[in-house]
């Protein structure tokens, strides 16, 4: 089996859980962690595919910009992604025909109730849906501070999903 997780990240976090869950697959399977921007070669068993959560939803154009001016505050201590200004998870599933045989959906957002701060796992999966897909497992998100740290237990929450996505993958090709 081969498995690649995909990620947008605008100061890290993001990129940090897809690392994780990675880890978490490599006992299993030999897999990859790219930024979705890389355009990746998509011919392997899982796709595993994660981004930030911005006004809700999916990053855009117009909150990537946001994140750069945020990130150019010195007061916000902020980091910004090498590939955060460029098209994301929302333009690599609109560009896709058909989806992923098998694949699974993560976001990081605030750790605040998810009616106030969105999801993007849930517009990654409600876009791969519309082509027609399942996911193998569901949708999961992964939270951080207000202060953009990732809340303590996150990552290794993050590789624990991971091995249960494997063991989903090859549970369902046993079958």
């Known amino acids: 089996m081969t ?6 990240s605008m100061f890290g976090n993001t ?7 990675g880890d978490g697959l490599s ?11 890389a355009g990746p070669d998509l011919a392997v068993d899982l796709v ?13 154009a117009s909150s990537r910009e946001d994140a750069a001016k945020w990130a ?4 916000q201590h902020l980091d910004l992604e090498p590939d955060a200004s ?20 993560f976001g990081t957002r605030v750790d605040i109730p998810r009616i106030f701060a969105g999801d993007a796992s849930a517009g990654i999966e409600r876009r791969l849906r519309r082509l027609h897909s399942r996911p193998v497992a569901d949708s999961e998100c992964f939270l951080v501070t207000t202060k953009n740290v990732l809340v303590d237990g ?7 999903w991971g091995g249960s996505l494997g063991q989903a993958v090859i ?4 079958t």
């Open 3 to 8: 498995a690649i997780v995909l990620y947008e």
């Open 15 to 21: 990129r940090q859980i897809a690392q994780a869950i």
């Open 27 to 37: 006992d299993l399977t030999d897999v990859r962690v790219e930024s979705v921007s």
């Open 48 to 60: 595993v595919i994660g981004a930030p959560t911005h006004a809700h939803t999916l990053p855009q």
């Open 72 to 75: 150019a505050d010195p007061e």
């Open 86 to 105: 460029k098209p994301g998870v929302r333009e690599w599933i609109e560009s896709l025909s058909t989806a992923p045989t098998a694949w699974a959906a």
């Open 154 to 160: 996150e990552l290794d929450r993050a590789r624990a």
């Open 171 to 174: 549970t369902r090709q046993r």
